[in-house]
């Protein structure tokens, strides 16, 4: 469990999970970092690795935005405009490992 403070007083907590449901899952990461910029509306993700993909679920499970960024970059700004106020969970694909952040917008 890691606790970052976000610029302007959000926070994101990272997430390492294990399946429940019997079905293996990709490798948890711990190479990755999140934080909510409230002066853009944006959740700003850093990784070690190459991203290959950001969805953002709400607590219901629905995926509520879902990018893919440019080839081989290892950073992400998703503006959260669309959003409602509230909790989220953000899975960062990253070749073969994934990472769930928890964040309040």
């Known amino acids: 469990l890691t606790l970052s403070m976000a610029k302007g007083g959000g926070f994101v907590i990272q997430l390492n999970e294990e399946p429940v449901s019997g079905i ?7 190479d990755c970092s999140a934080y909510v910029d409230r002066l853009t509306d944006s959740l700003r993700v850093f990784s070690e690795q190459a991203l290959s993909g950001v969805r953002i679920f709400d607590l219901q499970g629905r995926c509520r935005i879902s990018t893919e960024p440019a080839d081989g970059s290892h ?3 998703i503006t959260l405009s669309s959003l409602e106020k509230g909790m989220y969970v953000a899975k960062v694909y990253s070749e073969d490992v994934m990472s769930s952040i928890k964040f309040v917008y």
């Open 75 to 77: 950073h992400e700004a």
């Open 24 to 30: 293996s899952a990709l490798p948890a990461g711990d």
